[in-house]
């Protein structure tokens, strides 16, 4: 289960975010750096790792993956990347 959470969501906060992700069997922790709702929509770095998830069933290789404050697509599984890292 793939579970994405914006840092300042005004509908949903962050750390509700994260208590259900523990909660979850297998649940995988997408954060997403910036205001609003529907971080799906607002990283390009989300939108790469769940449309893998579901196009190619890859799962990340951590479970906790930051999107930071930069959209991209091109280091989505990476390290070294300050706009998606894995924890």
């Given at each position: 289960?793939?579970?994405i959470g914006t840092t300042n969501d005004p509908a949903t906060p962050l750390e509700g975010t994260r208590a259900?992700?523990?909660?979850?069997?297998?649940a995988y922790l997408i954060v997403?750096?910036?205001d609003?709702?529907?971080g799906y929509r607002?990283?390009?770095c989300a939108r790469a790792i769940v449309d893998d998830?579901?196009?190619n069933g890859k799962t990340p290789s951590t479970r906790t993956?930051?999107?930071g404050t930069r959209?991209?697509?091109s280091a989505m599984f990476t390290t070294t990347s300050p706009s998606c890292h894995a924890d």
């Open positions: 289960i793939l579970v259900t992700a523990r909660q979850l069997e297998d997403v750096s910036g609003g709702h529907l607002r990283s390009d998830y579901f196009v993956i930051d999107c959209s991209t697509t």
